[in-house]
Each structure stands twice: as structure tokens, then as C-alpha cells.
């Protein structure tokens, strides 16, 4: 105690006191400056940081509606959905993505076009979106990500429906197939309803009626925590399932169809005729779509795009043929209508043609000709060029261009389809402006028998035989029978092709004779027949043969043989089902293509009366 | 003793709230009892609305407080004069011990600040933050004052030994409470306005140099994350982005207990322990940041009132400093959470989870009681 002597307790007391009353000022000074910090956070900038933390929370995900199924007629599940398991990354997540996707790699073998859509995808993608990088994993892939999933952050494994075609390669072309969508597609698509959905319709029904069945996107509304991980669902709207279509195919029609084009090239289409709707549509040969669900690899995808048999091409809307002699039904009728031929009226055939002022001869296909007073009936049953040639002469282009149009050649047939095609139906306007020369003669003489310039699809033919079976009524072909349980409306057109009867009797009774007549060039198919078929061979050349040469189908290649072609409706008496049917290099219509609408026919009246003919085949 | 004397003349003594009382034979000031314990009751509350894994650290933590009201007890025991005369044996106990964590502690985050005792860690630094102020209060209560050139020297000399050491750890936080709690002995004690002056002259010239060559990489980040938090959103700014949204998004009544989205998912870093308070702005709104702050309020009142009354300067500078650094723990901690103070580490007394921060505490609070019971020994 030194200083004891010199100490001031008082002094020093309240030196004490005012220090510490100081203090106090500064402690409540820096009270009050907490407190209006707080208040600042939590009354005045409260709406903000509410708004933060609920975001911070909650995050929307889109789950995507289930794709609509496809049904044949009968109610036979055509397109299915099945289960699937998907790997996704959440690129948000990934501690490190190069890294990720390396170490995937080791394990799965990543490809290059995978890796690349995935890179792709990712940068489109919303945040904690997760982006699918394969879908529809093997029990092997499964099995080697549950080992790994420790180490991989990031990765997301979740079950997810994949389309699933069980008559794939029956119903190739026809009911296409859906896939991953591309980069050329997504600018198109609505971003909001193609949320969480990464496939679409690519071809075919798939394509056309995608929006149909595509259905409705939900959202969940979760909770994750801060490391995205999701804690609990706070609201659900659900998707709202795409709409199942049936179709008017039969599944029955279509396996006799794409069964008997067996080793061959070439397309089927069957048509009711009564409703419009497309009983069968094959086109051989078909590929598995099933490939094209979850992203073709190039090795498959090449070895398709390389068959020299072209199986990714559909015959039935894209082929275009020469239809032959198959158009004389329809030409015939226009040389009725337009008066320079009557059922009665006869020419004489010597075995070629021969314009006006003409040496140039235009040959029958029979050496020698027909022979003296061949009317209508003769020309269609025998399939005589000359007649046509000269009915066709008389008539002008026309006149063939304006009844060729009227019976669906020329233009797309309007079918629920994609990428259909409307072959040529030649006129002068046409040959002026694409080929920038006139119109002779001549092409008239070789368009009457549907050559020359004239092309026409399958469709087309079935269509034509259509309007032929109906007398002239102009439906438009339909896949689709219901959208859901809405039954979809074949249109009807309001100008019908107008004729007497006594013309369409001419002309059907004709064909029906080129199936029963003694000499019908499609008579081989009549034996055992129990109900009445009209029909029209045809055949199309694809080597032009030139003057002066003869055809010696032996001598050329397979491939550079004819195309044969048929049409018919039956029963002939009240038609009720129409066929147009091509076999590439099939030679002659009455041997390879007529047998197959035997066929057809055969199986639609077993099934549509089964009392009165042969069982259904199964 | 006539300094003592005099005091008591001067200041009657009231029972009750203005004097510690005894109670069956032990030194025990009621009021502040009770308020640490209403006090400890609503930081366990708060804590367990951290999060849904709560129970096991409150748990804990009630062990802990249980342990530290029983360290407080044991240490109101002791006489002021006691403390006095022994103050220097904790300080250089601590010294000491901090010289053994520079050499040889272990760390965590790149700071070396625990010394493992095998069976038990423990932070030496903690002891100083008790430690200094006692021995300031100790060697300056005995001197004239205000004090003299010489015993300023020897003040500053014996806090800035602790505090550089600390320092060097490096653990900015506890240097810094140290450094307050030895401030505010000599502030209390009448430093000379010129002397203060002359301080704040200095910190502001050596500033540039702390900043440039004294501060670590990470320190001056989160002074610069401070000033702008969305530079670096996910790195340093995160946890200063969402501690404010949890405040902010507490409103005026808060989510309720549990309910706080922030800490719950896990968005709040460091809910338990330094950045509690967002959890009970998150929670309770500000309505319960004002409770909370009333509390702290009543408890720095009991400790002001404490030293007002206290018989010796000894007790008055400790009592004083004791209480003024309560206070910046609550200040510090509430500024940095709420983002107007860098983040140092800092908890929020009797909230934070935390043995040892308890264990000091309860040590200052018992040296309180202590202080206020004296007049009531023999």
C-alpha cells in the first residue's frame, strides 16, 4: 500500500463514477445501434428477405404427364410405356462435373454423342434441374451406379416411364417413334410444357398426334435443404395424362400385310371404305423403333441408313412409282365422262399406237395386240394400252390431269400422317413451269397408261381404288379412329366426283372381271373365291426400254426389274374395304402383288363375318 | 482500510436488490442468480428451435450450464480480497499455458488454439479473458488514481502480452475480448483523457499495417465480405447472406420454434453456436431479439450496480470490466450475425453452444457475486 498516503477515495470514486456513466452511454448507444439494425432487417426489409427464404426453399419441379398409349381397332396395346430407370446429374450438386462425368465414364462407358447432348442439355437446363444423361439403364448399369452412388455426387437416379413398342417393326412406319429431343426442336417446343419431358413424337402417328399425347405438365412444389436435397413436398399438381388414340388399323390386317411383303421391297395400304379409315399400312422392310426410344448409337443408325433395302424409308407415303396401268379405271371413266369413248365403242389393236403424222409407234404390252373391237370392258379386264392410248389422245392431258386430280393423284391425300408426299400428277401448266418446255403428244400417250411423268404413292393407289369403290365420294384417309374417347371425322369433300351409274357399273363391273373374267390379268387369285373382288393389275417400268428393243426380264437385275402393282375393293358388289399395293421389282402385278390383296381381303371378311367365311387366321 | 470505510458511509446499504445477500452461510446475489438462470432457460429454449437433431446438443449444453453455475457458486465463495492477491497466478498460469499452445496446440480451420490435455481440450485463451482484467484490476486497485505514466505502461504491457499471443493463434475474437476486458479496467480507473486520445492517434496510424501485414488472408476477407457480401455469394458472403435472410425473414413475430426454415434446412451455417441469434430473429422476430436483448440488459444492469456498490476500487474495476464485456460479447456477436461487423468468433453468451465459453463466463459471473456479498463478510 505505497500510495495509500496520496490516495483520494472520493476523487477516485467519482472519477469511477463518470467513467462508468460514460460507459453506460456507450453501451446504450451501441444498443440502440443493434436494435436498429434488427428492426431494419426484420420490419423494414422483412418482405424481401421472406420472399429470399422462401426461395432459398422452395423449388418447383415439373413431373412430367404420362405419354398416351396407342391402341389398334380391337383395343391391342400398340404403344406402351414401360418403366424405366433413369441417370440424371444435377450439375448444381456435382462437386466437380468434369470429374463426374469422367468417373461415369469408367464406369459405364459413356459416348461420345451422349456426352455431347448431355452438355448440351445442361446449359438449357434451370437451376437444380436435373439432366438426363441416359435413360433406360440395364440391371448392370443399375447395379454398378447403387455400388458407386457414395462417390458420385450429383448423379440422380429416378424411374421414369419409356416408350415401349411391342410390335415394333410391324407398325415401324406407322406409328413412328418418339425420341430424345434435339436442338433443332427445342426453339419450337413451348418450354413450359416440355418441362421435365425429354422425349417427343420423331415420325409417324407418334409425330402427328404428339400434342394429343403428349398431355399436361404438373408440378411439385418441394422443399430442399441447402444442399438441394429434397425434404418434403409442399404442393402437388399432378400431370395430366396424354390422351390415348386408337387407330382404325387392325392388328390382324397389318400382320397379313407386312407378313406377305415377306423378302420383298414394297408397301400396303388397306382403306375402309366406308369410313376412310386405314385398316392396315405397311411398308417393307420396318425397323425396330424401339432403338430410336432412348437415342439410337451410330452403329445401329448407320447400319439402317446404309441397307441398301432402305428400311427408314416409309414406301406408303414417300415411295413414288409409276402407277401404271393401274390409273386405266380411272382413266376409262374419264374417257366416259368426257364422251369420247361409250361402254360400246371399240377399237381395233394391232399392237401399238401410232400418233397422228407419227411413225413413232407406242407398243402394247401384248405382242401382236388384242385384236378387233376391243371396247372398255376388253381394255380394263386385258389392261389394253392401245385403247387407253387412244382414249387418252382424244381426251387430251387435260382432261386425264383433271380426273387423275379428282381421284387423289398429284396431291397429298391429307392422311394423319407427316411427311407425306403428293406424287405427280403431269399437266401442261406443270411441264412448263418445272420443265420449261410444252406439252406433246406424246406424254399424253404416256400418261394415259400411267407412265411418263405420273407418280403416285401407295397411298395414293388405295385411295384412288377408294373412290373408285365408293362411285366417286372423296374421303380423306384416317389413322386415327379416337382421340381418347373422341372419334376422330374422316372429311368428306363437297364436290364428289358426279357420273352416271351406268359409267361406274362399266368401270366396276370391268375390274371385277380382271379378278373373275376368263381372261383377267388378275385371275390367278379367283380360285376358291367365295365373294366378288374388283381389282386393276399394274406394272411400272424402271429401266425405260428403248425403241425398237425387246423386254427380256431375265437379262436384267433383280433390282431393274418392274414394280408390280394392284388395286382392288371387295366385296365388288358393295365394297366395303379398298387395297393399293406396290412390290418393288415384283414384275408383274397379277403374280406378286394381286395374291397379297387376296390375302387382305380374305382375313378382313373372316373377320368382319365370321359365319360366312374361312376363320380368322391368327 | 479506511478507503473501505468511507465507502460504506457513503453508499448505505439496502438489503435486497442493492447488495448480494448471504444465504445459508453462502455468498450468493440473488437477483443476478436469477436472471442468469431465466437466462440460461431461454438460450437452452432457443437452442433446441435450431434444429430438428437439437436435443443432443441441448443436452449437452444443460450439462454444461449446470457445470458452470456450480463453478459460479464455488467461485462467489472466494473474497474479493482473495482474488486480489492471487490474480497474478491465473494470469501467468495462462501465459504460460498460452506459450504451450503455440508450441505445441492443435487446430482447427488453420488456427492453433487448443491444447489437448489427452483426456480434455481446452482453449488457454479463455482462461485470459478472465485472467487480465483480474490481474488489471488487481495491480491498478492498488495504485493511485487515475494512474500514473508508469502503471498505464505496466497495464498495457500485461494486456498486450495475452493479447498478441492470442493473436498470433490466430484468434481475432478472443484477442480482441481480452483486449477489451483490460481496456476497460483502465478506462475505469481514470485513464487520462490524453492517454485516450493518444490511443485512438495510434490505432488509427497502425491501422494500414494491421490491415496490411498482421491480418491473415481469411481475416481480411471477412472484413471485406462485410462491405459486400454479394461479391462472393457462395464463398465468404454465404454466411453473412443468410443469416440476414434468416433475420430479416423472421419479421416482427418470427416463424415459431422449429419452424425456421433457414436454420432448419441448414442454409444458416454455424446455427448452434456463433449465429444462434438468426436463428431466434428467424424464429421469434424481433419481438424475441428485444427479449433477449432486455435480459442482457438487466443482467449488465445487476453488473453495473455490482460495481457501483462494490467496498474496493479492486472490485468496482473488476466488477466494471466484467460487466462492459458481457456486453461486447453481445454486441460483437449481434453486429457480425446481423452483418455490421466482420466475423470474428465471438458467441452469443449463455445461447451459443459451447463448454467453455460457459465455464469462463460463470468464472466472471462468480468473481460478480463475489464482489457484490463482500460487505457481508466478516
New interface residues.
Partial sequence: MRDNAFKDPRREYYLFLSRLGFAVFLVLLMVGGILWRYYHLQIVEHDRFATQSESNRVHVRPSPPTRGLIYDRNGVLLADNQAGLTLSIVVERADDLDQLLKELDALLGLEAEELDRFKKQALRRKPYEPVPLRINLTEREQSLLAVNEYRLNGVEITAQLVRYYPHAELFSHLLGYVGRINERELPELDPVRYSGTYVIGKTGVEKFYEDQLLGQVGYDYVETNARGRVMRVLERIPPAVGQDLTLNVDIRLQQVAYEALEGERGAVVALDVKTGGVLAMASRPGFDTNLFVTGISHKDYNALLNDQDHPLFDRVLQGQYPPGSTVKPVFGFAALETGVMTPDSTIFDPGFFRLPNSTHKYRDWKKGGHGARIDLHDAIVQSCDTYFYTAGVKMGIDSLHYYGTKFGFGEPTGIDLPAERGGLMPSREWKRGVRGVSWYPGDTVNTSIGQGFMLATPLQLAVSASRLANRGEIREPRLVMKVGDEPVASPVSDKPIVGPPEHWDAVIEAMRDVVHGQRGTAKIIARDLNYLIAGKTGTAQVVGIRQGETYKAEELEKRQRDHALFIAFAPADDPEIAVGIIVENGEHGSSTAAPIARKLFDTYMAITYPEEFARVPD | MY?TD??RR?KPEGSGLYGGTRWQGLSVDVPLLVLLLVLAGTGLFVLAGASADAPAYVFRQAVYMGVGFVIMLVTAQFSPRFLRRWAVLPYLAGIILLLAVLVVGTGAKGAQRWLDLGFFRFQPSEILKIASPLMLASYLG?????PRFKHVLVSLILLALPAIMVGLQPDLGTAILITAAGL?VL????LEKRYIAGAIVTVVAIAPVFWLYLLRDYQRQRILTLLDPQADKLGAGWNII?S?????????YGKGWQQG??SQ???LPESHTDFIIAVL??EF??VG??GL?SLY?LV?ARG?VI??NART?FG??LA?SIT?TF?VYI?VN??MV???LPVVGVPLPFVSYGGTAIVTLMLGFGMLMSISTEKQRN
Fill in positions: 478507503q468511507y465507502v457513503m492498488q495504485r493511485h488514481l487515475p476497460f478506462f475505469l480507473a481514470g443468410q440476414t435472410t434468416a433475420i430479416g425473414s423472421g419479421g416482427l426454415t433457414q434446412l441448414d442454409f430473429g428467424e422476430g424481433l431479439v428485444l436483448m440488459l449488465i453495473l460495481s457501483v476500487m468496482r474495476l466494471g462492459l456486453f454486441f449481434m453486429g446481423s452483418g455490421i
